[in-house]
């Protein structure tokens, strides 16, 4: 749709390109818009938007939907932009569970299906399926794959978003797996991999409780803990894609032991799977809690609603624990806020969204009381407003960016 060519009008075409871009995305981020705004907001001479214009209009990316107001002459013709000229495919695989969804331009699941991971039968079998659920979401929702524009991959681990491969994941003791070359073969469209946090990061930015918000991180509280940050609109990575590895920060010297071997890190504290295990531990001891005993079969993020329904109901020990995990939670937070000194951060992961709001208040008030210069700064913290979607949305924004180039859905002043 927007490749170049090695020909000597090459200059004037990147420039085209990039003229068409914005045009593109100023439509999507105004909903509405006259072609005389277009020229306003853009700056470009008339000529090239009305051209820019007849051509989207072709390629069925803006719609005709009425007349404006006029200042005088003519009332001028009020564009939209379509979302459902083209759609995206988002799918994020986590450990226990893998999602695939059909997305339109705006960010909206048109249809999403869940099916079990299956670790243990391998990559391959694992891609496949995908492929396999994700031909069958097509045909349920009558869309012709050339009306797809890419795979958003959202993957449980450490990825190279430049490589396009997962480093490793310790959720699925996978190491170096050329994620967008597999994902490609099995269903012959353009795929862009990012880690399970950027993933959701990017999703809270662009549709959800962070958008307009340049300078934001988003803490993933789930079985363990990470953090992704958003600087400038872009998406941080670090030199080896582990940006933001705030679950292994250093919280209590000599403290519970770590996955990752070490004692006393954030997600041996404060993640689900340290609050369970805990949980689990103590009652076996014999501990004194209205915490019911269903709290030791389910799947972590279904059992650690026990632990706060308990303590909705006045549970001592199910209280201590929820508030000690609170503290630390927003003790790291405050570090992070002292470091990056963000405008917004954003709790999600199942943690966060099976609290139903018990842990805001905590990490809230242990955020004001460590937070250096808190009076100089205004800073939100707020649940994410996408829930258990935020990953799948944002995984369908790589799409996008990839496709158009624009890294930001605001980047373009009102
Ligand atoms: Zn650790």
């Known amino acids: 749709m927007f490749t170049l060519n090695n020909s000597k009008t090459a200059n004037r075409e990147l420039m085209r390109e990039m003229n068409t871009k914005l045009v593109l995305n100023l439509l999507k981020e105004q909903g509405l818009i ?3 705004n277009i020229r306003n907001k853009t700056g470009l001479s008339s000529g090239t938007v009305v051209s820019i214009v007849r051509e989207l209009k072709e390629q069925g990316f803006i719609k ?80 012709d794959r050339s009306k797809v524009l890419g795979v958003g991959v959202s993957f449980e681990g450490i990825v190279d978003y430049n490589k396009g491969a997962l480093i490793l994941s310790s959720r699925f003791g996978w190491r170096d797996v050329p994620v967008n070359e597999m994902i490609e073969d099995e269903c012959g469209l353009k795929a862009f991999v990012e880690g399970d946090g950027r993933a959701m990061a990017l999703g809270e930015y662009w549709y959800g409780v962070g958008k307009g918000t340049h300078e934001m991180i988003c803490i993933d509280i789930d079985s363990g ?26 919280m209590v010297v000599d403290g519970p032991r770590c996955r990752c071997g070490r004692r006393g890190c954030l997600e041996a504290i404060a993640s689900g799977w340290a609050i369970l295990s805990r949980v689990r531990e103590e009652l076996r001891q014999g501990r004194e809690s209205k915490i019911s005993k269903l709290v030791n079969s389910p799947p972590e993020h279904k059992a650690i609603r026990y632990v706060f329904q308990a303590a909705r109901e006045g549970d001592k ?20 806020i002292n470091y990056a000194d963000p405008g917004l951060v954003v709790l999600a992961g199942y943690v966060t969204y099976k609290s139903r709001g018990m842990l805001l208040p905590i990490i809230r008030e242990t955020v004001k009381e460590h937070t250096v210069n808190g009076r ?5 913290i707020e649940e994410g407003s996408l829930g258990e979607n935020s990953a799948l949305i944002g995984a369908a924004t790589l799409v996008y960016q990839g496709v158009f180039g624009i890294t930001s859905s605001s980047c373009i002043s009102p």
């Open 34 to 36: 006259s072609q005389v």
């Open 64 to 143: 005709e939907v009425g007349s404006g107001e006029s200042s005088g002459g003519r009332k001028p013709t009020v564009l939209s932009f379509n979302s459902e000229a083209f759609y995206i495919a988002s799918v994020t695989f986590f450990a226990d569970e893998t999602t695939v969804a059909v997305l339109d331009l705006s960010g909206n699941i048109k249809k999403k299906v869940k099916f079990s991971t299956e670790i243990e039968k391998g990559k391959e079998a694992l891609f496949k399926k995908f492929a396999r659920r994700f031909d069958s979401l097509l045909s349920k929702l009558h869309i």
């Open 225 to 250: 803990i990470g953090a992704a940050m958003i600087s400038g609109g872009n998406l941080c990575h670090g030199i080896h894609s582990m940006e933001g590895e705030i679950g292994h920060n250093l």
């Open 317 to 336: 020990f199910a209280l201590q624990v929820i508030n000690e995990a609170g503290h630390f939670l927003g003790l790291a937070i405050a570090n992070a």
């Open 376 to 380: 100089l700064r205004t800073i939100r």
